[in-house]
């Protein structure tokens, strides 16, 4: 079902890189509306053309989006276990 358009924003994001997609993620449980405008046709920001892999080098709990682990856990049905 589309989203009525929105005629006010209350919050726009510049950039839709990882800051940006997290504070989209914060913004989303606020009930705010809100917009991340970003210069790429989709998010992610410059790092999606910047490396052919990225390579962590700290531990996973230091390096996750906001709400990814949780997305995560509920594809692999983690949430039982």
């Not at 510049?14 to 917009?35: D, K, M, V």
């Amino acid at each position: 079902m589309p989203e009525a358009p929105i005629e006010r924003l209350d919050v726009a994001v510049i950039g839709g890189g990882q800051s940006g997609l997290a504070a989209g993620y914060f913004l989303r449980r606020t009930g705010l509306a809100f917009a991340i405008l970003d210069a790429g046709r989709q998010p992610g920001g410059a790092w999606q053309h910047a490396w052919d892999s990225l390579t962590l080098f700290s531990p996973a709990q230091w390096s996750f989006a906001p709400g990814l682990a949780n997305a995560i856990a509920q594809r692999l049905d983690l949430s039982a276990a």
